[in-house]
């Protein structure tokens, strides 16, 4: 995403990026390990995956998901903006927070769409066009019991060899998750014919409803004005 201006995409970024291969969903199992449905009724995910506008757009169409936000988490309030996370020295990753029925879809399954569409979890700090730290796959466990299915699942992923190469993915507890600026939110709905949209994240979409039809929804639910 730092290859385009964040208000829309250009002529020149698509044609540099048209010489690569977009990201390719990769069919994994679900985890072995999960959370139990329980009782309640909402429950929160915090995941980061490359560009914030991709990893919302897929959540945003997923079956029991009620919203999906576009953040910074890993780093500090006080530069928790979108300039400043762009130099790479922030500390932050740009993150999406989950809210999800745990009745509907568990955190695994949640997982299983993070790691198997929502981007590549093997590639160290980048995803496709987009390099710097704040690209990292990372997990931000909001419970010790997020935290322990995630872990097992990562060893899971790797034992199976599912992926050609190791998952760089981080589990990275006790951060806290700050909402990005507002023309970030909804992306992807937002400006379905921006270049960088097209090449890169409308195949996530295909692949979710291609490869776990049963968690797709075609409406996506959009941010809501309180967050």
């Not at 977009?22 to 199992?29: D, G, H, L, N």
């Not at 506008?53 to 500090?76: E, I, P, R």
């Not at 569409?117 to 019991?145: C, E, K, M, W």
Request: with cysteine; net charge negative.
């Amino acid at each position: 995403m730092n290859s385009i201006n964040a208000m829309g995409g250009v002529l020149a970024f698509f044609i540099i990026v048209g010489c690569q291969q977009a990201e390719s969903a990769t069919v994994i199992a679900p985890p072995v390990v999960d959370e139990p449905a329980g009782g309640a009724q909402t429950a929160t995910a915090i995941f980061a995956g490359g560009c914030f506008w991709g990893v919302q757009g897929v959540f945003q169409h997923v079956k029991g998901v009620s919203n999906a936000v576009s953040g910074y988490s890993g780093g500090n309030e006080r530069n928790a903006s979108y300039e400043a996370v762009e130099s790479g020295d922030t500390g932050h990753a740009e993150s999406v927070k989950i809210t999800y029925d745990p009745r509907q879809i568990s955190y695994g399954k949640l997982l299983q769409i993070f790691f198997s569409v929502a981007h590549d979890p093997t590639q160290l700090n980048r995803q496709g066009p987009d390099t710097g730290t704040q690209y990292r796959s990372a997990i931000f466990p909001q419970t010790a019991q997020q935290q322990a299915v995630a872990e097992q699942y990562i060893v899971q992923l790797n034992a199976s060899h599912a992926f050609k190469k190791p998952l760089t993915t981080r589990i990275e507890p006790g951060k806290q998750f700050y909402v990005a600026e507002a023309y970030h939110q909804n992306y992807l709905t937002l400006h379905p014919n921006d270049p960088y949209i097209v090449y890169n994240d409308l195949p996530k979409l295909a692949d979710l409803k291609r490869i776990l039809p049963d968690q797709y929804r075609a409406e996506a639910v959009l941010v809501r004005q309180a967050m």
